[in-house]
């Protein structure tokens, strides 16, 4: 991602992070030498003040005083050499260098250069170059209350190099601190912005219609308050959704209703008529030979006449409740609730329920294992036009005797269809199958009790939820199939 959060939250810490170990790595180059000079003079000022208030309290040669002179002195690194009147040495502190000259030069050489640092009553204060060594003092050189000459001095190297020492040190931890520190910080961001970037990935499924992925909540900050409103507004826009495209289903089939209802009413009483005349007639027929007493002495045939008159009316029984379902349909009587559900479960919970009939008919029923799809339908009147399908199938079902279910994502929509192998329909009676009371084999429709209504409940079912149906001819077979929206 261009704009990680992420990266910009990590980018700015270690910059910070980088940042104020060079501000503290330059301070320390351009103050860390002064402020160790400062030290310094602050030191050898107060070895001049304990020396002077020893010789005035006459606790000069005593041991607790050299014992505590020398600790100061090795500390600060310090020489020290007071002299009398008459050139003998008092105190003498120093490793292994003759100070006597350079005491002797600062007092007697006038030609002497140095840098003036302090200057008092009695005494003074400078930095000096020893030219032997190439090595810069601080000296302080004068009297002593009771006129005695002292010189105390301490190298200048040894500070440049601790400074040197330091500022090495601190690039070295620095270094080791802004990489330890980038990766805790890249680890903490990655805490944090881990809610972000689900947060993030459920909007931008929203945005596609998607509202399955809900935000897991551990309601421990801002961030979890917000994943909990994200989950509501998600919940909410769905709910709205499914109520606007019930609304806008509807609309569209009331913008149809009016210029259909007179068409379907005519078709409905004629095709009535035409249906119900055969079966009629058939029971008028047998009613009057057994009224007639027709084979009277022939128990058989008047079981027989029977079973036709009780067949016959079975049949009329159940074609008037699709013709009833039908004309709901098409009248618009039937709202259609859009409703979004698994259509993977709905088939297999079908398919679960079919499974004695499928194991007496001896076919071979295969589906393949498809993960949740979710659609956007009626889900009763879904199952409805499955059953028909699968019922077609079942009753034309020859060959091998094979029934196939297949789920096909077809970018927003998604197909279903249900093949069966057997005989392909007639080319030209399949644009009419879908007709009420279109029967391609007549004789065959009769012998398992079809009625020709089917196919029109689906084609009813399928103009009501505005989706495309049909189906398709093989040369092993026949395919029925629906498409249903995912989004």
């Known amino acids: 991602m261009k704009h990680s959060i992420k990266r910009q939250f990590a980018i700015i810490f270690i910059a910070l992070m980088a940042g104020t170990i060079v501000l503290c790595w330059i301070i320390n180059n351009l103050f860390l030498e002064s402020f160790y000079t400062t030290r310094k003079i602050e030191a050898i000022e107060a070895v001049y003040n304990d020396i002077n208030d020893a010789m005035n309290s006459g606790d000069l040669t005593s041991d607790i005083f050299e014992v505590e002179l020398r600790k100061t002195c090795d500390m600060y690194n310090i020489e020290v050499l007071v002299i009398d009147s008459g050139a003998n040495v008092v105190i003498s502190v120093s490793r292994g260098r003759n100070i006597l000259n350079s005491l002797q030069r600062n007092i007697f050489d006038r030609n002497r250069t140095y840098r003036l640092l302090q200057e008092a009553d009695n005494y003074y204060l400078a930095s000096n170059m020893d030219k032997m060594t190439n090595t810069e003092y601080l000296e302080m050189w004068g009297n002593l209350s009771n006129g005695n000459l002292f010189l105390i001095m301490s190298p200048l190297e040894?500070?440049?190099?601790?400074?040197?020492?330091?500022?090495?040190?601190?690039?070295?931890?620095?270094?080791?601190?802004?990489?330890?520190?980038?990766?805790?910080?890249?680890?903490?961001?990655?805490?944090?912005?881990?809610?972000?970037?689900?947060?993030?990935?459920?909007?931008?499924?929203?945005?596609?219609?998607?509202?399955?992925?809900?935000?897991?909540?551990?309601?421990?900050?801002?961030?979890?308050?917000?994943?909990?409103?994200?989950?509501?507004?998600?919940?909410?826009?769905?709910?709205?959704?499914?109520?606007?495209?019930?609304?806008?289903?509807?609309?569209?089939?009331?913008?149809?209703?009016?210029?259909?209802?007179?068409?379907?009413r005519k078709e409905f009483l004629s095709n009535v008529s035409h249906e119900l005349k055969t079966p009629l007639a058939l029971i008028q027929g047998y009613a009057e030979g057994l009224k007639e007493g027709i084979n009277q002495d022939d128990a058989e045939s008047r079981d027989f006449y029977c079973d036709v008159i009780m067949d016959e009316a079975n049949k009329m029984s159940i074609m008037v409740k699709k013709l009833l379902d039908l004309n709901q349909l098409e009248f618009g009587n039937d709202i259609v609730a859009l409703e979004r559900f698994d259509i993977v479960e709905l088939l297999r919970n079908f398919l679960q329920s079919a499974e004695i009939l499928v194991q007496q008919s001896d076919v071979t029923l295969r589906m393949e294992e498809y993960p949740p799809i979710y659609v956007w339908a009626d889900e009763y009147k879904t199952e409805e036009v499955i059953r028909n399908y699968f019922s077609n199938a079942m009753n034309h079902v020859g060959g091998d005797r094979i029934i196939e279910i297949k789920c096909t994502r077809m970018g927003p929509k998604v197909r279903i269809s249900i093949f069966n192998t057997g005989e392909p329909i007639p080319e030209d009676s399949l644009p009419h199958i879908w007709e009420k009371f279109y029967k391609v084999d007549k004789a065959r429709t009769r012998e398992y009790g079809g009625s020709g209504v089917g196919l029109s409940i689906v084609k009813a079912i399928m103009e009501s939820m505005n989706q495309q149906y049909g189906a398709v001819n093989y040369t092993n077979g026949v395919e029925f199939w629906m498409e249903l929206e995912t989004k």
């Open 158 to 264: 040894s500070i440049r190099e601790s400074v040197e020492i330091a500022n090495k040190f601190l690039a070295y931890v620095g270094l080791i601190a802004t990489l330890v520190s980038a990766l805790i910080i890249l680890w903490v961001t990655d805490r944090i912005t881990k809610p972000i970037m689900q947060l993030k990935d459920i909007s931008e499924q929203m945005k596609n219609l998607n509202f399955e992925n809900k935000y897991v909540s551990r309601g421990q900050n801002e961030i979890d308050l917000l994943g909990e409103h994200i989950n509501q507004l998600s919940a909410s826009l769905e709910h709205t959704i499914s109520e606007l495209k019930t609304a806008n289903n509807e609309l569209q089939k009331d913008l149809e209703k009016k210029e259909q209802i007179d068409e379907i």
